[in-house]
């Protein structure tokens, strides 16, 4: 039989046909040229820093004091290999820090961030800002300040919560919001004003006052009043009378801009809620407890390590000492407010313009090692 013929429209579809399921042809281009290997002296110069391993540390000593001694105290830094013991630094580093860790020359000074108005609104989120009308008091509200600026034994007697009286100047209070602003952003944190259940951490339903063993003291209806007409004020921009500035020896510490009577109400210890067992091996040295649980499980601490306000930067005191107990001129209560758990910072006298603020961080469990603190 003879072959069937195609014809060249059909012969050109079955070629292409043939071509679409071929590998594609390499189309040929200029080599590229040899790449540039840099040396190690040039990847070393451009590097933030490198960490060479000694294979043997014993000789390393401390920096400030000269001691090779309490090996298990002394930091090394990541970038010049130099050691400091704990104690030494400037601030005190209470624990020994999780991942890198650099020393006060090689991590540098951050510069100091301004802010303007409006950019401190903004951190803050403040609502209706030094509006006439809001300074206006009604009666009934005047007949209740009056009752509260009372005798002041008498209040301290009741144990009574006092508003705190912002300052009226409002460049003043910008400037007192523009160093915590600062403060939390050399941090690297956020500005809060209220406690924070983040996923992964403990809900808010694991604060229950219930929980605490033995029981926890109930905040009085006037005490709660007070509290909601301070969260009003902040809310405002109507802040505490409080500056936070910086101290070589102590790091960010916090000061009095203006004068503040015994059982005023400073502030509302602020973070992120956790359980403790979730915090066994934090390096945060700011943790506050929260609830300490029946069931130690369910114990909760706070964290202001990403969000938090300025009690993050109120200092404790070194009491071990006589001296170190006469500078606190505050301290930290839990409350249970509402059924949940609530930790507040109250001046325990009165406290002068220019002084600087501090509680004893052992109020609880006597666990913290403030022996070295200044």
């Given at each position: 039989m003879a072959p069937a013929t195609t014809s060249s429209a059909e012969a050109r579809r079955l070629i292409g046909s043939r071509r679409r399921t071929e590998a594609p042809r390499r189309m040929l281009s200029p080599s590229p040229p040899p790449k540039k290997v840099k040396s190690m002296e040039e990847i070393l110069a451009k590097a933030h820093y490198a960490v060479v391993e000694r294979g043997d540390y014993g000789d390393v000593g401390c920096e400030q004091c000269g001691s090779g001694e309490r090996a298990e105290e002394l930091l090394l830094c990541d970038k010049c290999d130099k050691g400091f013991h704990m104690k030494c630094l400037r601030p005190i580093v209470?624990?020994?820090p999780i991942g890198t860790w650099l020393c006060?020359?090689?991590?540098?000074?951050?510069r100091v961030r301004s802010f303007s108005q409006r950019k401190i609104i903004d951190f803050f989120k403040i609502k209706k800002p030094n509006l006439p009308e809001e300074?206006?008091?009604?009666?009934?509200?005047?007949?209740?300040?009056?009752?509260?600026?009372?005798?002041?034994?008498?209040?301290?007697?009741r144990r009574?919560?006092?508003?705190?009286?912002?300052?009226?100047d409002r460049s003043q209070r910008l400037s007192q919001m523009g160093s915590l602003a600062h403060a939390l952003t050399a941090l690297q944190m956020e500005f809060s004003d209220d406690l924070t259940y983040m996923p992964g951490m403990a809900p808010r339903s694991a604060n229950q006052a219930e929980f605490e063993e033995g029981g926890m003291q109930v905040l009085s209806k006037e005490d709660t009043e007070t509290l909601e007409q301070c969260r009003a004020m902040c809310k405002r921009g109507e802040c505490p009378p409080l500056v936070v500035v910086y101290d070589s020896c102590e790091g960010f510490t916090v000061e009095a801009d203006g004068q503040i009577k015994d059982m005023t109400f400073i502030a509302e210890y602020i973070g992120d809620v956790d359980f403790i067992?979730?915090?066994e091996h934090d390096d945060c040295d700011s943790m506050m407890t929260l609830l300490l649980a029946t069931d130690p499980s369910k114990s909760l601490v706070i964290c202001p390590d990403k969000r938090g306000n300025i009690a993050r930067f109120i200092n404790g005191i070194n009491n071990y000492t006589l001296e170190g107990r006469k500078k606190q001129n505050c301290k930290c209560v839990r409350y249970s407010v509402n059924g949940e758990c609530r930790v507040f910072l109250v001046a325990t006298r009165d406290i002068a313009k220019g002084e600087?603020?501090?509680y004893d961080y052992n109020g609880y469990e006597q666990e913290y090692p403030t022996h070295h603190f200044v």
């Open positions: 209470v624990r020994v006060p020359k090689c991590s540098g000074q951050r300074k206006c008091d009604s009666p009934q509200d005047t007949r209740k300040r009056r009752r509260r600026s009372a005798s002041l034994v008498l209040q301290k007697k009574r919560l006092l508003p705190f009286t912002p300052s009226e067992r979730n915090r600087r603020l501090y």
